[in-house]
């Protein structure tokens, strides 16, 4: 598989960076936080209820590994896991996923605005800017690297080029 769906988008192997048996995470286009990624099942599972319970163990164990990652590598004090599930309580794309934010004394003047700022790109599609492919690959890359300290980068994840 050299691409991940991620429901109606495809993701690039570039993007992913790291893959467990029944999940993987991978870079946000456009994060609300420097560090923001997404953990999520490799099946397409539109709502957290319709997981298996394999897929919910492997799920929050990924992003337990991922978020232990990203909040040292972003000098987090704190994390913000977040899953919107569902249209209605803010879920833009329809594929089970949980926000991993890494987060930092004072980052928001109040602490929950980190959910307005979530929320904003669903009210406002131009609120932040995505990012380009290249800084992506390069996060993700960096990400790899440290969760695959022995180089041993499994073929779904190796990222020649930008295409991939």
């Known amino acids: 598989m050299s691409r991940f769906r991620f429901g109606p988008h495809f993701l690039g192997r570039c993007e992913v960076f790291y893959l467990s048996p029944l999940s993987f995470a991978f870079v946000n286009l456009k994060p609300v936080v420097p560090g923001h990624v997404l953990v999520s099942p490799r099946r397409l599972v539109r709502r957290f209820h319709e997981l298996t319970q394999n897929e919910v163990c492997d799920l929050w164990s990924t992003a337990q590994k991922v978020s232990n990652l990203i909040e040292k590598e972003y000098d ?3 994390l913000s896991l977040v899953i919107q599930d569902g249209p209605d309580a803010g879920q833009t794309v329809p594929h089970v996923h949980i926000h991993v934010m890494p987060r930092h004394k004072g980052d928001f003047k109040i602490n929950d ?3 307005d700022e979530l929320n904003k790109s669903r009210l ?3 609120f932040r800017t995505p ?3 290249s800084e992506m690959a390069q ?8 969760l695959y300290p022995d180089g041993c980068i499994p073929e779904e994840l190796k990222c020649d080029n930008l295409d991939s």
């Open 76 to 78: 987090g004090t704190s």
């Open 113 to 115: 605005q980190i959910y």
């Open 124 to 126: 406002d599609n131009d």
């Open 131 to 133: 990012r380009s492919q």
């Open 139 to 146: 996060e993700s890359e960096s990400l790899r690297k440290l």
